[in-house]
């Protein structure tokens, strides 16, 4: 499958890793064709790998993935003109904003979450916010953290969620999904990174997760 | 032990309840002495059951539950005086706003919390946050849901966390505590309100919670 994969950070380059290793054809976008890190890694990872501008990845992309920083995430988009239009949108970016220290805050939050600025500003991209709430090693492999655990999707289309909820099981070894509803659950799992920050601290390693068990229904 | 809990809603009904049953002698606090639900309660939950304002309640515990309604707590507790100096406080309270419609959204939040708000107010209180995270059925009895899953456990006095993990260990039943360090961790657990609304919407029932897992040390 054609993935562009927008980001050359950490969650970027893993997830970009992953997909190539998986056997897809990955475009990973930058904010320039010759950015440096998106350069590297397309020559390092083969020749299912290339690497452009933001407007490229999100082009070549059948189902794209949003890894910036949560403040490059509407930059980068806009960037992308309407090359997004109906495709699957995987949003993982958080708002976190760093400038006020650690721990960081969120420049969106409570009333409002950057899934839903990003569905909102691209009304016919088909926005699926998920592995926002986990580590980006975590997000590939499942099964570094043993047992279950739960990543959470939240969109409008019923279709692009079910595809993604395949994308997370069968690519990713998620054995535990919760489909939380329309994309306004953004900021549930926006949110959670206030604890998510503070469980890193105290556990001290960013390879951990949650499972959401509840009563047997009854 | 001689106990106090603020509040005569669900939480409050729920907890003090429950202490009653453990043998406790409980004193429910209201806005007036004569509070209907309060003195109703007093009534029916037995001898070791008494009622009166805030400040009687506060007074009278040698720990105190706050159970009132986030909007409530600072009100609550201005009308205790210097009833709380010394004292644990088990600040169970969440900065629920519902004034703007459903999901409700946190009137303090990102760079703030309640419990930091009520440790600031009351510096010679061991405040500590807890229990905020579940359904109050769920917060005394633990087994409600099946296997292990996580409370979590916020502030400045290491000895009153300590004090606060036994109580829900020992009296609640919980297994599984993580204590994420000091108030301001508080951020983390009223934040995640905001995922906790979506996953009762989703999951159709209050019964549940999140068990935290993480890879084992290497």
Same mark, same amino acid.
């Given at each position: 499958m054609k993935i562009g994969?927008? *980001?050359?950070?950490?969650?970027?380059?893993? !997830?970009?890793?992953k997909l190539v290793e998986l056997g897809h054809d990955v475009k990973m976008g930058a904010?320039?064709?010759?950015?440096?890190?998106?350069?590297?890694?397309?020559?390092e990872a083969g020749s299912n790998a290339s690497n452009g501008t933001f407007a490229d990845a999100a082009s070549f992309g059948e189902l794209v993935f949003v890894?910036? &920083?949560?403040?490059?995430?509407?930059?980068?988009?806009? &960037?992308? *003109?309407t090359a997004l239009d109906g495709?699957?949108? !995987?949003? !993982? &970016?958080?708002?976190?904003?760093?400038?006020?220290?650690?721990?960081?805050?969120?420049?969106?939050?409570?009333?409002?979450?950057?899934?839903?600025?990003?569905?909102?500003?691209?009304?016919?991209?088909?926005?699926?916010? &998920?592995?926002?709430? !986990?580590?980006?090693n975590l997000m590939v492999d499942a099964s570094r953290v043993p047992g279950e655990h739960t990543v959470f999707v939240s969109g409008n289309d019923a279709q692009a969620k079910k595809q993604v909820e395949s994308i997370l099981r069968e690519w990713f070894g998620h054995k535990h999904i919760v489909d939380l509803g329309d994309i306004s659950t953004a900021?549930?799992?926006?949110?959670?990174?206030?604890?998510?920050?503070?469980?890193?601290?105290?556990l001290g390693t960013p390879d951990f997760n949650v499972h959401v068990v509840r009563a047997p229904a009854t």
């Open positions: 994969v927008l *980001g050359t950070g950490m969650v970027g380059n893993t !997830i970009a890793t904010r320039s064709a010759d950015n440096e890190k998106a350069t590297n890694w397309a020559k890894c910036t &920083s949560g403040l490059g995430t509407m930059p980068a988009l806009e &960037s992308t *003109g495709k699957v949108v !995987i949003d !993982i &970016s958080n708002p976190l904003d760093f400038s006020k220290g650690m721990p960081p805050t969120l420049f969106v939050s409570n009333d409002d979450s950057l899934g839903e600025q990003v569905q909102r500003r691209f009304p016919n991209a088909k926005v699926v916010k &998920s592995l926002n709430t !986990i580590n980006c900021r549930g799992t926006e949110s959670y990174l206030h604890l998510w920050l503070r469980l890193w601290g105290a």
